[in-house]
């Protein structure tokens, strides 16, 4: 069996076993590199056969090209959102596999915890009875049961955050570029969610449709007290703005597993050093924000599951030239998608 060579970026301990073993038994050798992808990185991915990325590594048109000089032909993304791709850059230079769900329960569990765990206040009980001080005062917090969430984006993960939602008890509004029928929930215009919501929670992908979908104005318009929860992609929130909502008390709380300038931040560890970022330190030192550095996805099952579908990826495009995963900027349009007429993206 040949052997494929794939450089894969941004490597953490975590990615290391699943993926050990599935390249070790299809026939894949992983060259493990702790750096980011980017323009000055790019060199170590010479004499690969693809690359391996994740959600903070860059794929934008200088790095594709150098990518391309080197014969390099498919870049496989761990994750779902490609927001970090230049797709338009890649079409007929290098093809783009993502793994487009590996566990949507892994991202709406932890979208609930966060929720939880601010609005009844844990973490400031568990810090408190850590030091024996079991005082209750400042920990009153508020019941889920009757309460309007909106839920921007009803997709896989956007979906199973609406039936646990259901499961407390709560009334969904939610919003979608495209509405499906779902039992329960009733699709509401933006205004109309931002208006009536006590919890929003952000589950679509980061575009340049929703890029600072919550921001001054919109944030002038939500309900005194809401909750935000962003587990999607942090540009989905204008953060400056969030901390002005904070600070004038219109934002109860926010519960943020992204940032928008989280790359050159999360995942590393900077206890020990000054963070550089005013507005993320801010708003961490805010009583009512709880922040999560990207880990939504973190569990076994999705660890599995991303191993097995990148590994699939690479092999299909090895394999057969195509893969059902890939991307290319004309994926769902109308009359230009050639996956929709069974053919190659290019
Ligand atoms: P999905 O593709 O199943 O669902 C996305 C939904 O958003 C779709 O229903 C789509 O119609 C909708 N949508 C598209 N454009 C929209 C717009 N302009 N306004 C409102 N809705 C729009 O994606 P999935 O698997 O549910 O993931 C959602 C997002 O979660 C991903 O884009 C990714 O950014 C993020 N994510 C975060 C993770 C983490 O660890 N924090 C892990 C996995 C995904």
Redesign the pocket.
């Known amino acids: 069996m040949q052997t494929t060579r794939i450089a894969f970026f941004d490597a953490k301990p975590y990615d290391l076993p699943a993926f050990e073993a599935q390249g070790k038994v299809r026939g894949i050798e992983f060259k493990f590199f702790d750096t980011q992808l980017n323009r000055d990185t790019v060199d170590l991915a010479k004499g690969s056969d693809g690359v391996c990325v994740f ?1 903070n590594d860059t794929l934008d048109a200088p790095v594709i090209d150098r990518l391309h000089s080197f014969g390099i032909r498919i870049a496989a993304l761990r ?3 490609y ?1 970090n791709v230049d797709l338009s850059h890649a079409f007929g230079r290098l093809h783009v596999v993502r793994v ?3 566990s ?1 329960y ?2 709406a569990e ?1 979208a609930m915890a966060l929720l939880l765990t601010s609005i009844r206040r844990v973490h400031k009980a568990y810090n408190r009875t850590r030091e024996f001080n079991f005082s209750l005062s400042g920990l009153t917090g508020f019941d889920l049961h009757g309460k309007t969430v909106g839920v ?8 199973v955050f609406i039936d646990i939602c259901r499961g407390f008890g709560m009334k969904i509004l939610a ?4 509405p ?1 029928d779902l039992e329960g929930v009733t699709y509401a215009e933006l205004p109309r969610l931002f208006a009536e919501s006590d919890i929003i929670s952000l ?5 340049e ?2 890029h600072h ?1 919550i921001n001054r104005d919109t944030i002038g318009s939500l309900k005194k007290g809401v909750v935000i929860i962003n ?3 942090g540009a989905l929130i204008d953060s400056e703005a969030l901390l002005d909502g904070i600070k004038s008390r219109k934002i109860g709380a926010a519960c943020l ?2 940032y928008e300038e989280e790359s050159d931040i999360f995942f590393h560890d900077f206890s020990g050093h000054i963070v550089e970022d005013d507005t993320l330190a801010r708003l961490i030192s805010m009583p009512n924000v709880i922040v999560t550095s ?5 569990t076994e099952e ?1 660890l599995k599951n991303i191993a097995e579908t990148t590994v699939s990826n690479i092999l299909a495009f090895q394999e057969r030239g195509m893969c059902e995963n890939e991307l290319c900027y004309h994926c769902g349009k109308q009359d230009s998608c050639r996956k929709k007429r069974q053919e190659r993206c290019f």
């Open positions: 959600v994750c779902a959102g927001n487009p769900a590996y949507p892994a991202v932890h921007v984006g009803t997709g896989r993960i956007g979906r919003y979608d570029k495209f499906a589950h679509c992908p980061l575009t449709e929703t979908l587990t999607s992609r597993d992204v990207h880990q939504a996805f973190l999705a």
